[in-house]
């Protein structure tokens, strides 16, 4: 079958060319091992699993990761605490750092900005825009050419403490990888913890003295589902839908056995009233 993906040069080129690519992801891995496992303490559940399918799978085959978003800092932190340093600034020799999407009014709000997180492997998505704009075909391109995608299937970061409906982006980008390249790429589940008491939401700053844990899942098997991807039209999409909710029920299962989030929702008595609105008010100087 001809690719049904499209041109994705201009998108994944280094702009700063391949030294500017490998400066940009040492650079930042180093802060974010820095942030969780020096300032914070970190621990990975079977990192072993995880390291085998990035650094020693068939050549060709794609690694797709999913996991639960809790806070600005999980990509690259977190991705920063599992792999190995020297395996961020030798990225020129095997080219096998994740990609990334991000949100373009967050990560692409000026050029410069721009530049850099492009040079970071993270592609601009815009939100709203549906499920047939062209970076979700480049992602998926990615994959079928056998690199490694990290995605958040929430599509946003949540802060509930527990994860929200995924989107079926994550089962298009599956299905699209899956007609391009004719091969089923592997799909790996993690679920991290603390990230929120590091970053809470509306702080600026990382925060020192956390626990933090990183919990790696078995690989999701999807190959019942995925000879449906060659469909077209309303059963098409019924093949996204239905491999985007093995995802999540995978990821649900893991989040069960994992370490739970904390909320960063606003507490809400009985009445509706958040307690922020129920506390008294201290009288002012002038009172």
């Known amino acids: 079958m ?35 496992n020096w ?6 559940k079977n990192q072993s699993t995880f390291l085998q399918h990035l650094q020693h799978r068939q050549q060709g085959l794609g690694l797709i990761t999913v996991s639960n978003h809790t806070s600005t800092i999980d990509d690259p932190f977190v991705i920063s605490a599992m792999v190995p340093w020297s395996y961020f600034w030798t990225e020129h020799r095997h080219h096998g750092v994740r990609w990334a999407l991000c949100a373009k009014e967050i990560c692409y709000i000026n050029q ?6 492009q040079s970071g492997k993270t592609l601009a998505i815009e939100r709203g825009k549906g499920l047939n704009q062209p970076v979700m075909r480049v992602a998926a391109q990615r994959v079928a050419h056998g690199d490694w995608l990290h995605v958040f299937p929430e599509g946003r970061v949540g802060y509930a403490g527990t994860m929200g409906a995924f989107k079926w982006g ?6 699209d990888s899956i007609r391009s390249g004719q091969q089923l790429p592997l799909i790996l589940p993690f679920y991290h913890s603390g990230l929120a008491n590091i970053l809470p939401k509306g702080s600026m700053a990382p925060r020192p003295g956390n626990e933090v844990t990183i919990n790696v899942g078995s690989l999701i098997d999807i190959s019942d589902l995925a000879p449906r991807c060659n469909c077209e039209g309303k059963e098409l999409q ?19 056995q ?30």
Request: a negative charge; glycine letters at 6%; one cysteine or more.
């Open 39 to 44: 300032w914070n303490t970190t621990e990975i």
């Open 238 to 256: 019924q093949a996204w839908k239905e491999i985007t909710s093995r995802i999540e029920d995978a990821m649900r299962h893991l989040e069960s």
């Open 170 to 175: 994550i089962g298009k980008i599956v299905c």
């Open 258 to 287: 994992s370490v739970p989030n904390k909320s960063q929702m606003p507490r809400v008595d009985k009445e509706g009233e958040s307690a922020a609105e129920v506390a008294p008010k201290l009288p002012s100087k002038t009172e």
């Open 2 to 36: 001809d690719s049904v993906l499209e041109p994705e040069e201009p998108i994944i080129s280094p702009p700063w060319g391949e030294i500017g690519r490998v400066i940009t992801l040492a650079a930042v891995s180093l802060t974010g091992k820095f942030v969780l």
């Open 112 to 117: 410069f900005l721009g530049q850099f997180f």
